[in-house]
């Protein structure tokens, strides 16, 4: 400790002097060291631990401190990160993964395979309260720590969908004496082999993420090896889009999330502000029409819904025209992803024949359809938390062309919590639910009857309450095969009766966009599409 | 003497108490009825998809597996007996989250009340002194200045002084004074809008007054008859609502300190709100609300230091 201060004072010239001609080259030149600031919108983490809970900001965060098993390239493929190399058995049950060697978390406690152990017996405690992670390893019986590389995972039932659950920060893999200090400790600090180390957190306000300077540059898509170029990371919350942006104008912050539509064109149209642009994986934004209950239970009033919401027109203008359209239940970054335009194109004459044909012929004195006396009425809960004002509105404009066709449409604006609590009580007949995942297995989730099943918080995933047998044995049968050719067939067959089914009316890819300036080598990975700041460097 | 303190004393004791019982008892039960789980804010927030496991001992640890009655009883014994609980959401003790987030809210609603008064305090004086035109404009900035909702203002500032000008951050935390400005003049300028009108009227009244009209026949400056005899009649109902001007300097809070991203317990009762986490939104409004009752207490002894007719003998004299 003493000789560390000493060592610290003797160098302490040696820096300054660095960084003063550091300061003196080009006036906008990368350099080496200093701090960024990043600004999220995002609400604030309870927890900096992503296995507890487990939510999109926890792995915004947890990206700079925590690194998965594995990893993900664009193009779907599954890359080496702290595991680097797996085999499965031939009946899928048993996958063995040998790890890196010599790698320690940053409190110097060896990484090795019963970490690995301790990591998913931690997601499968119920005292973690966790609820992604937890999801993600369900189909893991055990973890057996063969020896010190070596982890062999036994499952309960095969499970294609294994590594791309693994990519993913919620299941990111902790110190066990992290883990150990119980979760109090390490909600506030959890210990990781990232490039980054959580130094502090003063609630509301910022984290600071100090520089991992034994960092083993495992990241299969870094740009250098070893530590990061960055000393320090501040990790501001700001929750108000507009200020954000003006911290990021003003040069108080250097890269912030979440930026409104306009602010996304201005950028795209030069200056010193850059954009990034990465879709999260998943599933798109999309509705969803509620086919469990009246009027939706009749494909034909879901097709004549669809037909009359003008979606284009909508997101061109309300968007800025920053945003695609979307016809495909899957993000575009998903290798697996299905389209079909024709399905979604607006025709208001094709919706009123529907809606004829399926007997809402009345119309009654404000001009909405009715069917023995009851008015055609589409309730429309909305979650202030999820969806932008730009998408709030674009809501709005969906419900002016679905009046057109005869359908009432109400809005509801509702909190987080109330917004659930109405889904739970199937109290709505049309919604759009965000659901991110790696993977084309979300459509398991979302689609598969087994969704329809509340679970104990009273949440339910399929909100089409889509219960088809054959898409259910499609998509049971993609989860459980090895040979990825005929899973991405069953996958697409799935896709093919989802949108058929005229459940799901797509918008566009869920938004993730990052503004950015004196900063580069900024880059989002391509498991969850958050950012990692391995590789960036400020412009002095 | 003593028995008009002690009673004065009690009386304001029993209030704080009435209003600690209906604050716990509105907020519970209003929690309850906005829908939603308050055992997802131990799981991650709401939309859980925690297991059944880990939802029952989430539910026993914090004893919301008790029928209502039970929890709405438990959490009156537990104010009363000055213990607010335990965080769903951060695992930690309310009165831990408060004590973080309490001295930055407090700072900026006093500095704001204060700067309010300086405004309110100097358009009145302007207004007297100027030409009648002049008075009318300062009337009407008055009067758009009390409606003006904070967001808008906030926004505005933001977009004049940090973005275009660059004097002043947009963001603030803590007692930063630079920060500090934008965020003050957001909260301050309605409340001097609706202070200034007060004095405003009230003044006009006392300027009108015999003792005002002598004054002036003695030959007194209009400025000087002003801030001696007419303002100290002219401030009385302003100082009054001070009590009330805090109580919405806290609720304005709410939306200023989200809008600056400033830390402070109006961000923590709106996040702790969305997540039905009921012990800090129970703990934080309690707060609020014994603020304002120490607030009232104080304008209390104000306003009988100003105005001796219907005073204890205890009050100083200005």
């Known amino acids: 400790m003493a000789r560390q201060s000493l060592v610290a004072l003797a160098l302490a010239p040696v820096l300054l002097v660095a960084a003063c001609s550091g300061g003196s080259t080009d006036s906008a030149s990368p350099q080496d060291g200093g701090t960024l600031t990043y600004a999220t919108g995002d609400a604030e983490p309870t927890c900096l631990d992503p296995h507890v809970g487990g939510n999109y900001p926890q792995a915004l965060i947890s990206t700079q401190y925590l690194e998965p098993l594995v990893g993900r390239a664009a193009d779907g493929t599954i890359l080496p990160w702290l595991a680097r190399d797996w085999q499965v058995s031939d009946d899928g049950l048993t996958w063995d993964f040998t790890l890196a060697d010599g790698v320690t978390f940053t409190d110097g406690t060896p990484f090795d395979a019963d970490a690995v152990r301790v990591n998913i017996e931690h997601l499968q405690d119920p005292d973690t309260g966790s609820s992604t992670g937890y999801l993600a390893v369900q189909k893991v019986a055990s973890v057996e720590a063969v020896d010190a590389t070596h982890a062999r995972f036994h499952l309960t039932e095969p499970d294609s969908a294994l590594l791309e659950s693994l990519s993913q920060q919620w299941t990111a893999i902790e110190s066990p004496t992290g883990i150990e200090r119980g979760t109090d400790a390490n909600c506030a600090a959890p210990v990781g082999t990232g490039p980054f180390v959580v130094e502090s957190w003063t609630p509301q306000q910022q984290v600071e993420l100090v520089r991992n300077d034994d960092y083993a540059g495992l990241d299969p898509e870094a740009d250098h090896d070893g530590a990061a170029y960055l000393d320090r990371i501040v990790w501001r919350f700001i929750p108000d889009a507009a200020t954000r942006y003006a911290a990021l104008r003003s040069g108080e912050v250097q890269m912030i999330d979440n930026p409104q539509p306009d602010a996304v064109k201005a950028a795209g149209q030069g200056g010193d502000i850059t954009l990034i642009d990465a879709p999260r994986p998943g599933a798109s934004n999309r509705i969803e029409l509620n086919a469990a209950q009246a009027p939706f239970d009749d494909i034909r009033v879901r097709e004549a819904f669809v037909r009359a919401a003008d979606v284009d027109a909508g997101i061109e203008t309300l968007f800025a025209g920053t945003v695609q359209r979307s016809s495909s239940a899957l993000s575009s970054v998903e290798p697996d992803v299905y389209s079909d335009p024709d399905l979604f194109t607006a025709d208001l004459d094709r919706a009123n024949d529907l809606l004829d044909q399926a007997g809402w012929t009345e119309r009654d004195a404000d001009g909405y359809r009715t069917k023995d006396g009851a008015r055609l009425t589409v309730r429309f809960p909305v979650s202030t938390n999820q969806s932008v004002a730009a998408e709030q509105s674009l809501f709005e404009q969906i419900q002016a062309g679905a009046k057109q066709a005869g359908f009432d449409v109400v809005l509801t604006p509702l909190d987080l919590s109330g917004w659930y609590a109405a889904l739970g009580a199937h109290e709505y007949e049309a919604v759009s639910a965000p659901y991110t995942k790696v993977g084309p297995d979300v459509l398991r989730i979302l689609y598969h009857s087994d969704g329809t099943v509340p679970a104990p918080s009273g949440y339910f995933a399929n909100h089409a309450q889509l219960k088809d047998p054959a898409l259910d044995d499609l998509l049971d049968r993609a989860v459980a095969t090895a040979d990825p050719d005929e899973r991405a067939d069953l996958y697409q067959q799935a896709q093919t009766i989802i949108l058929d089914s005229y459940t799901v009316l797509p918008l566009y890819d869920q938004l993730n966009r990052f503004l950015v300036r004196d900063a580069e080598g900024v880059r989002t990975l391509n498991t969850v599409s958050t950012p990692t700041f391995l590789d960036a460097r400020v412009l002095s | ?318």
């Open chain 2, 1 to 318: 003497m003593l028995v008009g303190v002690l009673r004065w004393l009690l009386a304001r004791i029993g209030s704080a108490l009435l209003v600690a019982w209906v604050v716990a008892t509105v907020v519970f039960f209003a929690l309850r009825a906005a829908g939603g789980d308050p055992t997802e804010a131990i799981l991650g927030g709401p939309g859980s998809q925690a297991g059944p496991e880990a939802v029952a001992a989430a539910r026993a640890e914090y004893g919301l597996d008790r029928p209502l009655v039970v929890q709405y009883l438990n959490q009156l014994w537990r104010v009363l007996t000055f213990d607010l609980g335990d965080s769903y959401a951060r695992r930690m003790p309310v009165a831990e989250l408060l004590r973080e987030q309490l001295p930055g809210t407090f700072l900026l609603a006093v500095v704001a009340l204060a700067f309010a008064w300086v405004l309110a305090l100097g358009i009145a004086t302007a207004t007297s002194s100027a030409r009648p035109w002049v008075g009318g404009l300062l009337r009407g900035v008055e009067v758009v200045a009390a409606v003006v909702p904070h967001f808008w203002l906030g926004a505005v500032l933001i977009l004049l002084f940090s973005t275009t000008l660059g004097w002043f951050p947009a963001t603030s935390a803590g007692s930063d004074p630079a920060g500090l400005v934008l965020p003050t003049v957001t909260l301050a300028v309605p409340v001097a809008g609706f202070l200034g009108q007060l004095i405003h009227d009230s003044v006009a009244e006392a300027e009108a007054a015999p003792f005002a009209v002598s004054a002036r026949a003695r030959g007194g400056s209009a400025i000087g008859v002003l801030w001696r005899h007419s303002l100290r009649h002219g401030v009385l109902p302003a100082v009054s609502l001070s009590g009330w001007a805090f109580g919405s300097l806290l609720s304005g809070a709410v939306v200023v300190e989200t809008l600056f991203g400033r830390p402070g317990l109006g961000r923590l009762l709106l996040d702790a709100t969305l997540s039905r986490d009921v012990p800090v939104v129970i703990g934080a409004v309690l707060v609020v609300a014994l603020a304002y009752v120490v607030v009232m207490a104080i304008v209390d002894l104000i306003e009988r230091a100003l105005d001796p007719r219907g005073s204890t003998p205890t009050a100083v004299v200005l």
